[in-house]
């Protein structure tokens, strides 16, 4: 709660940690003004997107002007993705993508079509709108931070596999989502078991004592399942 308290606000995050981690003290530094990143990122994030569904939308393009190419795979695909993509989003990662299929567009064609639900999904979960006829004006937008972890997942794995189905103007766009995310993702991961010495040993303790707990009842039940079972010399004892 308070790593949300801090990341909505206008307040410079330097300072508000007393650990002396060198990768945190420099998130703090790129992060700068983290409302103002945060709907940086949102800004950014939506046109990552616009360029995916216009690449998707060529590539189907292209593939509707070649006559030898079998679109029953894409029907069925699009068939599958037909409910609008925005709050009515639908469970799974999108359309399959067959194993078997072979034509190199109707494989790059179905990539897009996930990737882009995919992304709705994750965006429609980092920022909603208080009032919808107001659109996205900074002041009737509502951030989620916890899903900034999801956006860096995101964002990673699609410049890591995908570079070659995103073209050129995505690939550019996205690398400057990662520049933006980055820090702020760093600075996330490094604070959620606490942002203070005193939080990080209570969370610590916290969780320390429960897996303990754990721990002590399983073996209780192991004993009390074993009792009786093995003789003086601690061999096992006969079922006869």
């Known amino acids: ?17 007393d650990t002396p981690h060198p990768g945190l003290q420099e998130a703090e530094k790129r992060i700068g003004n983290p409302i103002n990143l945060l709907h940086n990122i949102r800004a950014l994030a939506a046109e990552y997107i616009a360029s995916i569904t216009a690449t998707k939308d060529q590539t189907r393009h292209e593939l509707s002007e070649e006559e030898d190419v079998c679109t ?18 639908k469970v799974g990662p999108g359309p399959s993508i067959p194993p078997d ?10 990539h897009l079509l996930r990737k882009e639900n995919r992304w709705r999904k994750v965006y429609h979960g980092f920022v909603r709108l208080r009032d919808e006829d107001k659109g996205y004006d900074n002041d009737n937008l509502i951030f989620d931070t916890s899903q900034i972890t999801h956006i860096w997942d995101n964002i990673y794995y699609d410049m ?20 933006l995310v980055n820090p702020l993702n760093d600075w996330v991961c490094l604070s959620e078991y606490g942002i203070s010495q005193q939080e990080k040993l209570m969370i610590g303790v916290e969780v320390t004592w429960r897996l303990l707990g754990k721990i002590l009842g399983d073996l209780e039940y192991m004993i009390e399942e074993t009792a009786g079972i093995h003789d003086e010399a601690g061999l096992r004892r006969s079922n006869s």
């Open 101 to 110: 299929l072979q034509e190199s567009r109707a494989h790059k064609f179905l």
């Open 1 to 17: 709660q308070r790593i949300e308290q801090l990341l909505l606000s206008s307040t410079l995050l330097t300072g508000e940690t």
């Open 160 to 179: 890591l596999t995908h570079r070659e189905y995103l073209g050129e103007t995505c690939c550019r766009l996205a690398e400057k989502l990662v520049s």
């Open 72 to 89: 029953l795979d894409i029907d069925e695909a699009l068939h599958e993705d037909v409910v609008p993509l925005g709050k009515n989003l």
